[in-house]
């Protein structure tokens, strides 16, 4: 796996974002046999002003998976850096116990009380096109590697969350989508 290469794309890299759109494209379009995945975003916006995208593979003609993200700038409270879907919709969030969690509270949930103010990136999607080769590990050490302080998500399934586990995010004991997924976090520990 030492032939994997990396790349962060952000508004404003145009070129990159056109051969990587190009990419999927030519990804989706085929269905490679040994691409097994979801489609989860055909629709993928490189536009967006706090999106970030990380992206996995050999080149750029020869993609592997990639994590679409949202990012915030330091903040001093928590809950005005946090990204997650849940604060901001119908979709709430709950506690294990039933209390309503929103931008004001979510400070006091694990995790979440550790931050210090550093920037935030939430993941909205993760996938990789090849399973079982460790890819989704290697990017997911890619992104920890950024100058994130904290990594926040809503892991759906049973998989989903031992692999975020086994990476070293914790269950932030909040529930989202109506008990169907779990709110996670990492807390970078040089920061």
Known sequence: MSDLRFWK???GDEYLARRVKDSFDRIYARRH???QFDLSDEDTNFSEERRVYFIVGRNLDNLLGYASCYESGPSEDIGQASNLEGLDSEIFLE???GNHVNRQNLRNYDGFRKYRGGKVLCINIIETFVRREGIGTKLLDYIKESDYELIE???NGY???QFFEANGF???GIDADRNEMMVMVWNNPKI
């Open 153 to 155: 998500l809503e892991a």
């Open 170 to 172: 914790v269950d932030a």
């Open 95 to 97: 506690d294990y116990d």
């Open 159 to 161: 998989g989903p969350v």
């Open 33 to 35: 046999k040994n691409y």
């Open 9 to 11: 794309i952000r508004k």
